[in-house]
């Protein structure tokens, strides 16, 4: 069984994710954006995020399960790569759009981009640099099971398709299309009407996000 070596930049994370909560305190202490509470009902939200990608499981997953990758599946099964030495992604970028019918139940979508690159290493120690371009449309559903004047909680289930390119993939399209998922455990919502927010879960969003949302 082949083993497979992933190097994530923590530090680089770690440094976004502080900026953004920077960025997020300086909101929330706004009175006037946040005279309205999260308990006053909005039927629509926006929302911008940044999602912590985890390269090794996706890039894993495009490996074992998408044949149609032709050049790195039968590469693999031609045993000629050894190892993934090096992954990387600079996150993920999701813009979202929620409609409640009440309080606690609401509908809408997600767009989301991420780029991904790693380094494959062959059995003679040499390096091959490839790269992938993920672009993904999915349907949200949003469940809200806490809420106060300016804390929520919720979580969320996303289901829809991904499009794959760049030179990690071979198809006659030069695309990659690819069914895609997430859900996101715990949600939690800072503020009032404009107000910050962090998930944590698993999928295309990614691992953790931290964004921005806008009721309306």
């Known amino acids: ?30 009175p006037s954006l946040n005279a309205q509470t999260l308990n006053e009902y909005c039927p629509d939200e926006i929302s911008a995020s940044y999602g912590i990608s985890v390269i090794g499981i996706a890039m894993n997953t495009l490996i074992n399960l998408a044949g149609s990758i032709s050049s790195i599946a039968e590469a693999i099964s031609e045993e000629e790569i050894e190892s993934i030495r090096s992954g990387g992604s600079k996150g993920v970028l999701n813009l979202g759009y929620i409609h409640h019918f009440n309080n606690v ?45 300016y804390f929520g909680m919720y979580s969320k289930f996303g289901l829809g398709v991904m499009c794959i390119n760049g030179n990690l993939v071979e198809t006659a399209s030069g695309n990659l299309w690819l069914p895609t998922a997430h859900i996101s455990l715990i949600g939690m919502e800072f503020g009032g009407q404009l107000c910050g927010f962090m998930e944590l879960g698993a999928g295309m969003q990614g691992v953790a996000q931290f964004g921005v949302k806008y009721h309306f």
């Not at 992933?6 to 997020?24: D, F, Q, R, S």
């Open 105 to 149: 139940f609401g509908v809408g979508a997600n767009a989301g981009f991420n780029r991904m690159s790693v380094n494959l290493e062959d059995k003679t120690g040499s390096l091959t640099a490839a790269s992938a371009n993920i672009f993904f449309l999915m349907g949200d559903a949003k469940l809200n099971w806490f809420r106060r004047d």
């Open 1 to 30: 069984m082949q083993r497979k070596i992933i190097h994530l930049t923590i530090n680089a994370y770690m440094k976004k994710i502080c900026i953004t909560l920077v960025a997020l305190f300086g909101l929330l202490v706004s």
